[in-house]
């Protein structure tokens, strides 16, 4: 009998923290959504307003996205994390800027280290290399 197993290459151990990384902010997302739903709601009582959520979900929606693709190993799943998670990073820099807030702890709030962890992971040569193929 002839063994026909297919063997599958491992993803990198950077890969794995960095999706565990990405799930943890999706949770704490999920989290954020479900606390601020029926407080919006309570505060503003009209359906209609639930619109000026629509910002957060669609975040929430590519997050899930980039989660639940990541196994894909197709090279967009790489470079829309790493777009992505720049543009959260750059947008919680820019607010804290505006709303001077900025200092050191703008630089260690998990809203700047998360993201810029997975854009550092998705950077390295092992992330290269397994989204390549």
């Known amino acids: 009998m002839i063994n026909m197993a297919v063997q599958a290459e ?27 739903t029926p407080l919006f709601m309570g505060a503003f009582s009209h359906p209609v307003l639930l ?3 629509m910002p957060y ?3 929430l929606v590519c997050m899930g996205l980039l989660v639940f693709r990541w196994s894909s190993r197709q090279k ?13 990073v750059g947008y919680h820099l820019v607010m804290a800027v505006v709303h001077a807030e900025f200092g050191w702890m703008t630089l260690v709030h998990p809203s700047t280290v ?3 962890a997975i854009v550092i992971g998705l950077l390295t040569p092992s992330a290269v290399r397994w989204f390549v193929r």
């Open 114 to 116: 998360l993201p810029a």
């Open 76 to 88: 967009w799943v790489r470079w829309g994390g790493i777009a992505f998670e720049g543009v959260m």
């Open 10 to 36: 491992k993803m990198p151990a950077i890969l794995v923290a960095t999706r565990f990384v990405v799930v943890v902010q999706l949770a704490f997302g999920l989290f954020g959504a479900a606390i601020m």
């Open 51 to 53: 619109v000026l959520l």
């Open 57 to 59: 979900v669609v975040v």
